[in-house]
């Protein structure tokens, strides 16, 4: 007889316990995403749904509704919100940054245009908003239109950062709570709200999401510098080579002498780089320690998350999230 492969992943063991919502949320965004007039529509969202990506979002939505008791369907709409807001920044994401690679495979804009890959995003967009009325719920509409205006906005505030040496810390932590832990603390409230919770366990669950959200950004961002391109699902050095001010690149700058703060304005303020500049880089980062505390400041916000979770009811559930706080971050141990 042969043994099932063990689940491993605190991911896949969330899924495992949500699994017949996780299929209910799919079967929506299959039919939430065609359009009768515009094939073109399908073709792009389904190419970058086709591209694989763990669906988290969704999954904490889904989680942080069942972890409060839960037993109603309309979790399964709000998951399918987040997902359709997250697809939605992706592509557009792509447009901005001019990316050839997502997940491994080719963009859309690179396979379509980015005509299409805006366009498409802002039907994903429309699509959301409609499912987030459908509960009827205002608390849960206010929380994710919220969401949706903060992603824009730290989109914004990345754009005007990028090549700016005098971004900071504190305009780097707005940034990633924009791209991403926003979307993150909003999927995890929306799910304890459209369960009713106590305003104690909403808060908890919605601090937990940003903690988690920021962990996990700071993570890829140092592993664009530590990482391979097979665990990125992206190339090495694309954070570097589009100019972005993230952590690792602060603190080098912080601490750097003059010559290599002349380095800094030639590849980031300038856009001047040239072969070998990526490993000069590191080089740069690692004699400063920027990539360790880099990658302690990531931990810590992990510890946070966990410590979030504390007023929570105890069961397979909790303990799987507290769980993916630390495994978002194990990569970079």
Excluded at 87 to 110: F, K, M
Excluded at 113 to 141: C, H, I, T
Aim: charged share 25%; proline share 4%; hydrophobic share 50%.
């Amino acid at each position: 007889m042969n043994t099932p492969a063990p689940v491993e992943t605190p991911i896949e063991r969330l899924l495992a316990l949500v699994a017949e919502d996780m299929d209910g949320v799919a079967r929506l965004i299959r039919e939430r995403m065609a359009s009768r007039h515009a094939p073109r529509i399908p073709e792009v969202t389904a190419h970058l749904v086709g591209a694989g990506g763990k669906r988290l979002r969704p999954l904490l939505t889904l989680a942080a509704a069942r972890l409060c008791g839960y037993r109603g369907a309309d979790h399964l709409k709000l998951a399918a919100t987040v997902e359709f807001i997250h697809t939605a920044t992706l592509l557009h994401d792509d447009v901005v940054d001019e990316s050839a690679r997502r997940r491994g495979r080719p963009t859309a804009n690179l396979l379509w245009d980015n005509k299409s890959s805006v366009l498409v995003g802002d039907y994903l967009f429309a699509r959301a908003f409609q499912l987030m009325v459908e509960p009827g719920n205002l608390q849960v509409l206010d929380i994710l239109s919220n969401a949706a205006a903060v992603i824009a906005e730290g989109e914004v505030l990345q754009l005007t950062a990028a090549a700016n040496l005098a971004t900071d810390e504190a305009v780097y932590l707005q940034v990633i709570r924009g791209k991403t832990a926003a979307l993150f603390s909003a999927a995890t409230e929306a799910g304890a709200v459209i369960a009713g919770a106590k305003p104690e366990v909403a808060c908890a669950l919605r601090d937990y999401g940003d903690a988690l959200g920021i962990a996990f950004q700071i993570a890829d961002d140092l592993l664009d510098y530590r990482g391979t391109d097979d665990r990125l699902g992206k190339n090495v050095g694309d954070d570097f080579r589009e100019r972005k001010m993230s952590l690792p690149v602060i603190r080098a700058l912080a601490q750097a002498d003059a010559a290599e703060r002349a380095f800094w304005v030639r590849v980031i303020e300038k856009g001047e780089q040239r072969e070998g500049d990526l490993a000069a880089a590191m080089a740069i980062m690692a004699r400063h320690g920027c990539l360790d505390s880099t990658r302690d400041t990531a931990l810590d916000h992990a510890v946070r998350a966990r410590s979030a979770l504390a007023p929570l009811p105890e069961g397979p559930i909790r303990a799987q999230l507290a769980d993916l706080a630390e495994f978002v971050v194990a990569r970079l141990v």
